[in-house]
T-cell receptor, first 110, second 116 residues
């Protein structure tokens, strides 16, 4: 079983809609969780980090964490065409190693 | 703060040759990570330094791969006797160990390696 699993997509949503991205992880001792955005041919850039159960909001982005279910999600409200990218879920495990999922490709249709 | 830089940005080599990549982290960042990313996959952890000490190394990392960070500043990643399967984007990231955001990794632009 992979440490971090994501639906690869592609996920398509119309402009202005809510995009929902999901991620599950296998390591129960994971403490830190991250969402990165990666445009084609570019390197990942951090969108959100979340450390405790519940929701964390930053602008149009909301990260949700449920440690009991080993589940983390990212909601993008009012999706814009510029949000079209691959979204990577990342988990920090013991020893300062970070595991990444394969990413979910999102397309926002104007 | 000029961000994480990596050189070269692109490298084309023939199978069996050795290649070396360089990463310059953000100046005040003590932690430095190397990742490999292939098409359609997320970054795969290779190794991690705190200052000049190499603290973690992926068990999947072949002994053809070696990394150094001699003075705790820039780092090099060398691949000996390259194979076609080594073709990938090699990403470097850095993070601070003090203050807020110690888990936040800042990625460089990557070095794209093509092995012919």
């Amino acid at each position: 079983q992979k440490e971090v699993e994501q639906n690869s997509g592609p996920l398509s949503v119309p402009e202005g809609a809510i995009a929902s991205l999901n991620c599950t992880y296998s390591d129960r001792v994971s403490q830190s969780f991250f969402w990165y955005r990666q445009y084609s041919g570019k390197s990942p850039e951090l969108i959100m980090s979340i450390y405790s159960n519940g929701d964390k909001e930053d602008g149009r982005f909301t990260a949700q964490l449920n440690k009991a279910s080993q589940y983390v999600s990212l909601l993008i409200r009012d999706s814009q065409p510029s949000d079209s990218a691959t979204y990577l879920c990342s988990v920090k495990v013991v020893g300062n190693q970070f595991y990444f999922g394969t990413g979910t490709s999102l397309t926002v249709i104007p | 703060d000029t961000g994480v830089s990596q050189n070269p940005r692109h490298k084309i080599t023939k199978r069996g040759q050795n290649v070396t990549f360089r990463c310059d982290p953000i100046s005040e960042h003590n932690r430095l990570y190397w990742y490999r990313q292939t098409l359609g996959q997320g970054p795969e952890f290779l190794t991690y330094f705190q200052n000049e000490a190499q603290l973690e190394k992926s068990r999947l990392l072949s002994d053809r791969f070696s990394a150094e960070r001699p003075k705790g500043s820039f780092s090099t990643l060398e691949i000996q006797r390259t194979e076609q399967g080594d073709s990938a984007m090699y990403l470097c990231a850095s993070s601070p160990i003090w203050g807020s955001g110690t888990d936040t990794q800042y990625f460089g632009p990557g070095t794209r390696l093509t092995v012919l």
